[in-house]
Nanobody, 118 residues
Framework: QVQFVESGGGLVQPGGSLTLSCVVS????????MAWYRQGLDNKRNFVAQ???????KYGESVKGRFTISRDNAKNEVYLEMRDLKPDDTAVYYC????????????WGQGTQVTVVS
């Protein structure tokens, strides 16, 4: 069974930065697209970013230009670098393995909490 362990969240002021990490076990991440999602106060899990097997990336509109997704296939890890954080970025962040059509393939991990507050 594939498992995700997300880390790197925390409390940060607006304008600050954080880098999230996701360690994946049970699957070779180099063979799949990997994505980050977040669940905020609206309790909806929303798409944040994706990186495919060719390292092409896609981002949600609200994070374009501020967030960067990357992967280290040798370590089987995925990262989300977040800059210029805003209070609306406050959420639990999750990583996910995706099929070529964007379908999420696995149960969600425990996520990592990011809180942006003055």
């Amino acid at each position: 069974q594939v498992q995700f362990v997300e880390s790197g969240g925390g409390l940060v002021q607006p304008g600050g930065s954080l880098t999230l990490s996701c360690v994946v076990s049970g699957s070779d991440v180099s063979r799949y697209a990997m994505a980050w999602y977040r669940q905020g106060l609206d309790n909806k899990r929303n798409f944040v970013a994706q990186i495919n097997i060719f390292a092409a990336t896609k981002y949600g509109e609200s994070v374009k230009g501020r967030f960067t997704i990357s992967r280290d296939n040798a370590k089987n890890e995925v990262y989300l670098e977040m800059r210029d954080l805003k209070p609306d970025d406050t959420a639990v962040y999750y990583c996910m393995r995706q099929a070529i059509d964007g379908t999420n393939l696995d149960p969600w991990g425990q996520g990592t909490q990011v809180t942006v507050v003055s």
